[in-house]
T-cell receptor, first 111, second 115 residues
Framework: DQQVKQNSPSLSVQEGRISILNCDYT??????FLWYKKYPAEGPTFLIS?????DKNEDGRFTVFLNKSAKHLSLHIVPSQPGDSAVYFC??????????FGGGTRVLVKP | DARVTQTPRHKVTEMGQEVTMRCQPI?????VFWYRQTMMQGLELLAY????????DSGMPKDRFSAEMPDATLATLKIQPSEPRDSAVYFC?????????????FGPGTRLLVL
């Protein structure tokens, strides 16, 4: 039973354009959501997060949107850069700081 | 530049052998997580420690896997005996619980291949 799903396994976007990554969840007890970025042969690195009491959080080129009623969050990267090419994982936290991860979306930014 | 370290980075072993993976969390962090990444399952949580005490190991096959924290600077994950289906990348992450929702910082992973 996948509680966190990233339905798009891959995404290709032109440099300078917007990348939109989506994530759906089923557990209404999740109260905190995070996005991680992973390069090959490295561990995931934290990118941006959002509390369930907010609907938007912005950090530079990265914005995360949360729609609690739809149990959906998205990550926007504007403008996309070639260095953004990586696998992006969304994660959700319930009590106890356990994170449940989605399956990841591979982003390719073409120059 | 504080970071989580993991050893070994790569391990090739034969079925039935014992495998030990080590993790040094970031100094001062009090939570440690072990994850496994496979193509089929993505990132799945195996075990979780807070202040060196195991809080949750429900994601770990109990018959062959064991996780310990002998001290605050070392976490270990052992597989005995190893099987080919254990082949995966194993990540350790650490965080600081008690400051609201913590961010977990991941190590580079141990890539395990069991033949």
């Amino acid at each position: 039973d996948q509680q966190v799903k990233q339905n798009s396994p891959s995404l290709s976007v032109q440099e300078g354009r917007i990348s939109i990554l989506n994530c759906d969840y089923t557990n209404s007890m999740f109260d905190y959501f995070l996005w991680y970025k992973k390069y090959p042969a490295e561990g995931p690195t934290f990118l941006i997060s959002i509390s369930s009491i907010k609907d938007k959080n912005e950090d530079g080129r990265f914005t995360v949107f949360l729609n609690k009623s739809a149990k959906h969050l998205s990550l926007h990267i504007v403008p996309s850069q070639p260095g953004d090419s990586a696998v992006y994982f969304c994660a959700a936290r319930a009590a106890g700081n356990k994170l449940t991860f989605g399956g990841g979306t591979r982003v390719l930014v073409k120059p | 530049d504080a970071r989580v370290t993991q050893t070994p980075r790569h391990k090739v072993t034969e079925m039935g052998q014992e495998v030990t993976m080590r993790c040094q969390p970031i100094l001062g962090h009090n939570t440690v997580f072990w994850y496994r990444q496979t193509m089929m399952q993505g990132l799945e949580l195996l075990a979780y420690f807070r202040n060196r005490a195991p809080l949750d190991d429900s994601g770990m096959p109990k018959d062959r896997f064991s996780a310990e924290m002998p001290d605050a600077t070392l976490a270990t994950l052992k597989i005995q005996p190893s099987e080919p289906r254990d082949s995966a990348v194993y990540f350790c992450a650490s965080g600081l619980n008690g400051q609201g929702a913590e961010t977990q910082y991941f190590g580079p992973g141990t890539r395990l291949l069991v033949l």
